[in-house]
């Protein structure tokens, strides 16, 4: 449970906590919103899912609510040591309290004012039109969850990863997905097959072909060139926050919920 220390009104836990007091509706609640983790890349998966799990039960020992929205973090910021522990402990976290809803801040629409990047120069922040549509997700999952909404409006999660043949491996995912188009940055073309998968935490660059099964558009089929895939190694979606040899921040392209455009949430899983 929270210690008292922490309703002074001069911490902004104790201001939120006196503001939903005063106000009658610490109980009532209808979703806390999480959107959080660039200060702590190089937190290990353990480190940021205990921190976090900590976080939401002492939630729940003082208010009463019904979701917890939670916002993956992206690429960005930098970090030398990348943030995808912090991804995937998100992902688990999600994956293991059912009030919990993912979303994340993959698959912002480019930015028609500042030629196409919604990243401020830090590399960190946005410009407006990023938090925006984050604004406008967030809101539709709301309209899903709480008021008769028709579309889900989560984030497109894995399901499993599975060797087929020792050069081909498929992704199911539990929506349908789509591919994001090439996007060219400072002359430089960038695509998802090239720049957004690992194994065993190393780059892979050797994918021949990337594409959405025809049959069932929430499985994702990767061929792979010149390697051989082994079960029990490591898949990464999303490794990094920049593109490779420059400083720019990674803003796409990514895989994303073909009907909501929203990206998929990021991973790291065992080939089974």
């Known amino acids: 449970m929270l210690s008292k220390k922490n309703f002074n009104l001069d911490t902004p836990y104790g201001r939120l906590y006196h503001r939903l007091e005063a106000s009658g509706l610490k109980q009532h609640i209808k979703a806390f919103i999480w959107n959080q ?19 939401y039960h002492d939630l729940n020992s003082e208010y009463t609510f019904e979701k917890f929205y939670l916002v993956q973090t992206p690429p960005g910021c930098s970090a030398s040591s990348g943030h995808q522990t912090v991804r995937e402990a998100q992902r688990q976290f999600a994956e293991q309290h059912s009030q919990v809803n993912i979303i994340t801040r993959h698959g912002f629409p480019t930015n028609p004012l500042f030629d196409g990047n919604y990243f401020l120069s830090d590399g960190c922040h946005y410009h407006a039109l990023g938090y925006e549509v984050l604004a406008d997700w967030i809101s539709h999952m709301a309209l899903y969850d709480f008021y008769n909404g028709s579309v889900d409006f989560q984030a497109p999660q894995v399901i499993s990863v599975k060797r087929e043949t020792s050069k081909s491996l498929s992704i199911e995912f539990d929506k349908p997905i789509a ?22 935490s190393k780059k892979i660059t050797s994918i021949s072909e990337l594409k959405v099964d025809s049959k069932n558009p929430k499985k994702l089929r990767i061929t792979f060139k010149g390697k051989r895939l082994k079960k029990g190694a490591v898949l990464t979606y999303i490794l990094g926050d920049t593109y490779p040899e420059t400083s720019i921040p990674y803003r796409g392209p990514w895989l994303v919920d073909a009907r909501t455009g929203i990206g998929a949430v990021g991973f790291t899983s065992t080939i089974k």
């Not at 660039?38 to 353990?46: F, M, Y």
């Open 37 to 55: 983790g660039e200060s702590n890349a190089g937190d290990s998966v353990l480190e940021y899912k205990t921190a976090l799990t900590q976080l």
């Open 179 to 200: 591919i994001q188009p090439d996007l060219k940055i400072d002359g430089i073309v960038y695509t998802v097959k090239d720049q957004l998968f690992a194994v065993n």
